[in-house]
């Protein structure tokens, strides 16, 4: 099927002696992605990294920056987050974009946990859940479930059951990051839309697009929506249309770097990475449409490259937006 919505994700890199120049930059991006016509900008979560820590507060300055983009989180681990105080970020910055706020979610427990449960969860670390129900929590409260068994006005103040702001329309905008076929029949099961990336758990097989195929089906399979259920993929693609030769060389080497991941299942958890797409962007498309996985999808949040350069990032999207995205039979939104 043509490509309906196109959207980009960054990691928002920042240098730490300069922290507010990589912020800042980030938001360029996301202003650029919309003065391109994509459709959605996406940023990753980072903690005590040099990456975005806090999504909810990047977007909502992007939202002042922008009128039309949607806004994205790819997604925010539920591990580290109390969903009502999470509800009420989303909620205000969904507010304040216009309805604009695509949350992004997955469950598990925070990365490298042992070295800052004294610092998340001093007194609590032994009891937190860091499976489903978190979802559930957090979908509930979006949805206006109560969070409080008291209303009213006591003395001057005014005492909501909800949280507040409550944003009717933000439950329909909630997605889930899934890497197992039991994760994607989850997401499934509650309703929520489903973001797939370049990284999957190898279960059934070792080929990566099979697998990422038959986690779009079972989603779907138990989705209320059923065919119709929203699904976003993200994959790395890299095009080489309008680069230098010196960033050619770059790409190259970079996909070179990562490519041994993509041949077999890596660690424990058996995690398979898909493969890097570089090149012009008449290959790519080509690449793209012979994946069973891409022809089940009509959206698209492609990921730039976490360590390049601005400038590269400004000739990736430029490309992305005018070569490739045409030729997978998407429109530029006015």
Do not use: C
Request: proline share 7%; net charge negative.
């Amino acid at each position: 099927m043509p490509l309906r919505r196109l959207g980009f994700l960054t990691i928002g890199l920042f240098d730490e002696t300069d922290p507010r120049t990589g912020h800042e930059t980030t938001l360029s991006l996301i202003e650029l992605g919309e003065q391109l016509g994509f459709d959605s900008a996406w940023v990753r979560h980072r903690h005590l990294q040099y990456g975005i820590s806090s999504p909810v507060a990047v977007l909502a300055a992007a939202s002042q920056r922008t009128r039309r983009i949607e806004l994205g989180t790819a997604v925010t681990p539920l591990g580290w987050e109390n969903p009502l105080r999470l509800a009420e970020d989303l909620a205000t910055v969904d507010i304040l974009a216009g309805g604009r706020l695509n949350p992004g979610v997955s469950v598990g427990p925070p990365m490298r946990y042992d070295r800052v449960r004294h610092a998340l969860y001093p007194d609590t670390g032994d009891v937190e859940d860091f499976g489903f129900t978190r979802v559930r929590r957090l979908l509930d409260l979006i949805r206006g479930e109560p969070a409080g068994d008291g209303d009213g006005t006591e003395g001057f103040e005014t005492f909501s059951r909800r949280v507040q702001p409550h944003s009717p329309g933000l439950i329909s905008r909630m997605w889930y990051g899934a890497g197992s076929l039991r994760s994607a029949r989850w997401a499934g099961e509650q309703g929520m839309n489903l973001l797939t990336s370049s990284v999957v758990k190898a279960e059934e097989g070792s080929d990566f697009d099979e697998i990422q195929h038959s986690h779009i089906r079972a989603y779907r399979a138990h989705h209320p929506d059923g065919p119709e259920a929203r699904v976003s993929q993200g994959l790395v693609v890299i095009p080489t249309d309008s680069a230098t030769p010196e960033q050619r060389g770059r790409y190259e080497e970079y996909v070179r770097q990562r490519t041994p991941r993509t041949t077999a299942p890596q660690g424990p958890g058996r995690m398979l990475f898909a493969r890097d797409l570089i090149g012009p962007s008449e290959r790519i498309a080509e690449e793209l449409t012979a994946l069973a996985a891409f022809r089940e999808v009509d959206e698209v949040a492609f990921a730039l490259p976490f360590t390049f350069g601005h400038a590269d990032y400004v000739q990736l999207l430029t490309d992305i937006s005018t070569r490739l995205g045409p030729l997978l039979g998407w429109h530029p939104a006015d």
